[in-house]
């Protein structure tokens, strides 16, 4: 069974700057696809950005940028000229190539920026 | 991207009661999905739905404590039955869009007394 990993449950940036979230995960799958979620207070879940794993090109989505290693099983997300808005719960998620479209979760890291 | 409803929002209820979610897509959707965000964690899925068959549940979770209904293309729901404060939970729903991505609901918020 795959498994996601985000070891920092809490961390913080200023306004402006770039901060990086980590997440590992574990699969045998060679086919796989990559997401992070944002969750802020409201609950919603909001896709940020999503990675195929065939793809060796980084994903990118504006301020918002990955660093794939899939040798390493890691997937970074990077935050540039952070937000107030950017405050929130990013979860990193993993999902077979297959036609089951289940995600798995990782437990989340809270992100806090400040003024 | 698709649209997503779902209600109520939030509620709170006794023990041994039973409350159906709502979840309502602004377009056709073939899959859809149902996850529960317990406190402080991560989300967890409790079953797949597709329109025209029985609801397809994960390790851990039945039919009867969580009934779900697909009856058409648009719209699902699902019953957290005979309540226990263990079930004090957020639930959402989510789908995929045409593009493969993966929508979800503003999900909710249950806390049972």
């Known amino acids: 069974a795959q498994t996601v990993t985000q070891s920092q449950p809490e961390m913080s940036v200023q306004e402006a700057e770039t901060v990086t979230l980590s997440c590992t995960y574990d699969?045998?799958?060679?086919?796989?696809?990559l997401f992070w979620y944002k969750q802020p207070p409201s609950r919603q879940m909001i896709l940020v950005i999503r990675q195929e794993a065939y793809k060796q090109q980084n994903a990118t989505e504006n301020r918002f940028s990955v660093n794939f290693q899939k040798a390493a099983k890691s997937f970074s997300l990077k935050i540039s000229d952070s937000q107030l808005g950017d405050a929130a719960m990013y979860f990193c998620a993993y999902r077979s190539a297959g036609s089951n479209y289940k995600l798995t979760f990782g437990k989340g890291t809270l992100l806090t920026v400040n003024p | 991207s698709a649209v997503i409803s779902q209600k109520p929002s939030r509620d709170i209820c006794q023990r041994g009661t039973s409350l159906t979610i709502q979840c309502q897509v602004d377009?056709?959707?073939?899959?859809m999905f149902w996850y529960r965000q317990q406190p402080g964690q991560s989300l967890t899925l409790i079953a797949t739905?597709?329109?025209?068959?029985?609801?397809?549940?994960e390790s851990g979770f039945v039919i009867d404590k969580f009934p779900i209904s697909r009856p058409n293309l648009t719209f699902s729901t699902l019953t957290v039955s005979n309540m226990s404060p263990e079930d004090s939970s957020i639930y959402l729903c989510s789908v995929v869009g045409d593009n493969g991505k993966l929508f979800f609901g503003s999900g909710t918020q249950l806390s049972v007394l």
């Open positions: 699969t045998s799958e060679s086919d796989y696809y």
């Open positions: 739905a597709n329109q025209g068959s029985e609801a397809t549940y």
């Open positions: 377009s056709q959707v073939t899959m």
